[in-house]
């Protein structure tokens, strides 16, 4: 089994930053890719960003393109998604995903993922 821990969220005003980590733990040696979603209340789980674990290669959601970046240190086991420019739409609680399943680029929809996090709120002030 896999276990997904995040940490990061908060409250910010609008135009701040803020920086989420998801570290994997268990059984990780089959990672394929690495992505963020988040849920807004009473809204569908979307796609924020992915990244292929070995390679490096960076998925966008256009909503976030330009002002978020998802990287990953290897030796530290950890994903990260930093928030830039934040807007009072981007208030979510925002979910780590890991992917075992071997497609051509990162998956963009939650059913692409076998793992999830518990989820962080970020919450942006106007």
């Known amino acids: 089994q896999v276990q997904l821990v995040e940490s990061g969220g908060g409250l910010v005003q609008a135009g701040g930053s803020l920086r989420l980590s998801c570290a994997p733990s268990?059984?990780?040696?089959?990672?394929?890719?690495m992505g963020w979603f988040r849920q807004a209340p009473g809204k569908e789980r979307d796609f924020v960003a992915a990244i292929r674990w070995t390679v490096g290669y960076t998925y966008y959601a256009d909503s976030v393109k330009g002002r978020f970046t998802i990287s990953r240190d290897n030796a530290k086991n950890t994903v990260y998604l930093q928030m830039n420019s934040l807007r009072p739409e981007d208030t979510a609680v925002y979910y780590c995903?890991?992917?075992?399943?071997?497609?051509?680029?990162?998956?963009?929809?939650?059913?692409?993922?076998?793992?999830w996090g518990q989820g962080t709120q970020v919450t942006v002030s106007s």
């Open positions: 268990g059984r990780t040696f089959g990672t394929r890719d």
């Open positions: 995903a890991l992917s075992e399943q071997w497609r051509a680029r990162p998956g963009a929809t939650p059913r692409e993922y076998d793992y």
